[in-house]
């Protein structure tokens, strides 16, 4: 049996033909990582605005679908809405003049900004409420709505201001009013102080 020998390392170079192994070395580049991509590689989260609408009529059904056309990827809910706002937007079950459940509502679900249509809702102050709970309003506040809620003081504003305007008086009684007539003559119209839906114009 024949005992191995331990033989020292040659000090001669290796054939030419063979090469020697060496260690692999770890290589210093870090694994690829997203925090090594360039910043535009990644797109900022998209986001949906949301958007209140007040009211229920054709006007507001236009507004809708402009602001649904502009981008249509808006949350776009109307209060309370009709048919034709249902197909682009989200109906809620408040009335127009419902300040206190839509105020409600938006206190809560934060829309960047509402836009009031109908005067009725102008006038009760809704512009006043979303605007204390810091959500932007498209619409005149209160008393500035008193123009279009009130022919009597637009008339006084109208006669400070020096813009020019048909002749008018305010009459409270029938009496008054045949007076008035005698006074202007015919033709002439009676408008409603107040609100009356287009329907308070008689000729």
Same mark, same amino acid.
């Given at each position: 049996?024949?005992?191995?020998?331990?033989?020292?390392?040659?000090?001669?170079?290796?054939?030419?033909?063979?090469?020697?192994?060496?260690?692999?070395?770890?290589?210093?580049?870090?694994?690829?990582?997203?925090?090594?991509?360039?910043?535009?590689?990644?797109?900022?989260?998209?986001?949906?605005?949301?958007?209140?609408?007040?009211?229920?009529?054709?006007?507001?059904?236009?507004?809708?679908?402009?602001?649904?056309?502009?981008?249509?990827?808006?949350?776009?809910?109307?209060?309370?809405?009709?048919?034709?706002?249902?197909?682009?937007?989200?109906?809620?079950?408040?009335?127009?003049?419902?300040?206190?459940?839509?105020?409600?509502?938006?206190?809560?679900?934060?829309?960047?900004?509402?836009?009031?249509?109908?005067?009725?809702?102008?006038?009760?102050?809704?512009?006043?409420?979303?605007?204390?709970?810091?959500?932007?309003?498209?619409?005149?506040?209160? #008393? =500035?709505?008193?123009? &279009?809620?009130?022919?009597? !003081?637009?008339?006084? $504003?109208?006669?400070? @201001?020096?813009?020019?305007? +048909?002749?008018?008086?305010?009459?409270?009684? #029938? =009496?008054?009013?045949? &007076?008035?007539?005698?006074? !202007?003559?015919?033709? $002439?119209?009676?408008? @409603?102080?107040?609100?009356? +839906?287009?329907?308070?114009?008689?000729?």
């Amino acid at each position: 049996m024949r005992r191995a020998h331990n033989h020292p390392p040659s000090r001669h170079p290796p054939p030419p033909n063979i090469r020697p192994i060496r260690p692999r070395l770890q290589s210093k580049r870090p694994p690829p990582d997203h925090d090594l991509l360039p910043p535009f590689f990644f797109l900022p989260p998209i986001l949906v605005m949301k958007i209140l609408l007040i009211g229920n009529g054709g006007r507001e059904h236009a507004i809708a679908w402009k602001l649904h056309k502009d981008d249509p990827d808006a949350r776009i809910f109307c209060a309370p809405g009709n048919a034709g706002t249902a197909s682009i937007a989200q109906n809620l079950p408040f009335s127009a003049t419902d300040i206190d459940g839509i105020a409600d509502w938006a206190n809560e679900q934060k829309p960047d900004f509402a836009i009031v249509g109908p005067e009725a809702p102008l006038c009760l102050g809704l512009v006043d409420r979303l605007s204390e709970i810091g959500i932007p309003t498209f619409g005149p506040v209160k #008393e =500035a709505a008193r123009l &279009e809620g009130s022919k009597a !003081f637009a008339k006084d $504003v109208m006669r400070e @201001a020096q813009v020019p305007t +048909a002749a008018a008086r305010i009459v409270r009684t #029938e =009496a008054e009013a045949r &007076e008035a007539v005698a006074q !202007f003559g015919i033709p $002439v119209v009676f408008k @409603a102080d107040g609100l009356a +839906a287009g329907k308070g114009v008689s000729v």
